[in-house]
């Protein structure tokens, strides 16, 4: 098995949204505003290379989306999924399987492009199956009025048009399950329904890929949570289990938002998990 980082793309957020109830004074620290209190984000993919599969954890915003949309998330730097792929000798006709975490548009707008002639869309994955489970499917494509700008129907109803759409099985009792791609996926439901944590073993270490749950190093304190989540206080509890079992195993917490923070590993101390160290994906990776 090979791992591989994919960045998809950079931009910004505001950083009271993105830190919730959390004082500015605070986060700044961590996550250091821009004159328009915007803070530097990213999209970070992560491709595993297993045999003859080809998996492609998220994928972005993608570049279909107008001007004036992409002006609200203040895109920036050289990066984008075509390119990151290209660099590892790689081309988007290979993937075998995308699987999405959940379907906000910063995770999964890459997977669908305009046609040739821009009268429709068409999946950007053409080789690919997609990967969501049944519970989450169902909540983005009956959003709830909180949610419904993040679930775009153009990034999610042609996947399932395609006929490439499949589903990843729940778990029946626990948060953990096993994927039918050959990972755990520990399931989160405070950030939106049923969101999907994948954790890959690799070389005797568990890479956990952690999506919305912890977007960045900052949001390590366990209130820190986003504004964005639908729940709250549901995810304070999903960020204690998890951290705890990450501080306890060693896993390396692959993140996906933080542009200057890859991996990092967590311990238990007197204030509760806090940061252990941090890694270049490199030094994990090769």
């Known amino acids: 098995m090979n ?3 994919i960045n998809a793309g950079n931009f910004k957020l505001d950083g009271g949204a993105m830190f919730g109830v959390v ?8 996550n250091p505003a821009d004159a328009n209190n915007m803070i530097e984000l990213t999209t970070r993919c992560l491709l595993i290379e297993d045999g003859k599969q080809l998996i ?11 001007e004036k949309f992409f002006g609200y998330y203040h895109l920036w730097g050289e990066f984008n999924l075509d390119n990151s792929l290209k660099a590892y000798g790689f081309h988007r006709d290979d993937i075998t399987d995308v699987f999405l975490t959940h ?5 999964c707008g890459g997977s669908i492009q305009w046609n040739s002639d821009k ?3 068409e999946t950007a994955f053409k080789n690919a199956y997609f990967w969501s489970n049944k519970a989450h499917w169902l909540w983005a494509t009956q959003p709830n009025k909180r949610e419904k700008a993040s679930f775009l129907k153009e990034n999610i109803l042609p996947m399932e048009e395609s006929g490439q759409l499949k589903f990843t099985s ?11 791609l050959g990972f755990d996926v520990f399931f ?3 950030h939106t329904d049923k969101q999907m944590i994948p954790l890959i073993h690799y070389k005797g270490k568990t890479i956990a890929f952690m999506a919305d749950l912890l977007p960045t190093v900052g949001h390590l304190p366990l209130p820190y949570v986003m504004g964005y989540d639908t729940r709250p206080l549901l995810t304070l509890d999903e960020k204690e289990k998890f951290l705890n079992l990450a501080a306890e195993r060693n896993y390396y917490l692959f993140l996906e938002h933080d542009a200057h923070n890859e991996i990092i590993t967590v311990k238990n101390t007197e204030k509760g998990v806090r940061l252990n160290a941090v890694y270049n994906t490199q030094d994990i990776f090769n």
Do not use: C, R, V
């Open 188 to 190: 989160a439901n405070g």
């Open 103 to 107: 379907l906000h548009f910063d995770h």
């Open 119 to 121: 009268t429709g869309y």
């Open 23 to 30: 004082p500015k004074s605070i986060w700044d620290k961590t």
């Open 56 to 66: 492609l954890i998220d994928n972005g915003m993608g570049n279909k989306q107008s």
């Open 170 to 180: 729940l778990p029946e009792l626990d948060m953990l399950t096993s994927s039918e």
């Open 3 to 5: 791992l591989y980082p």
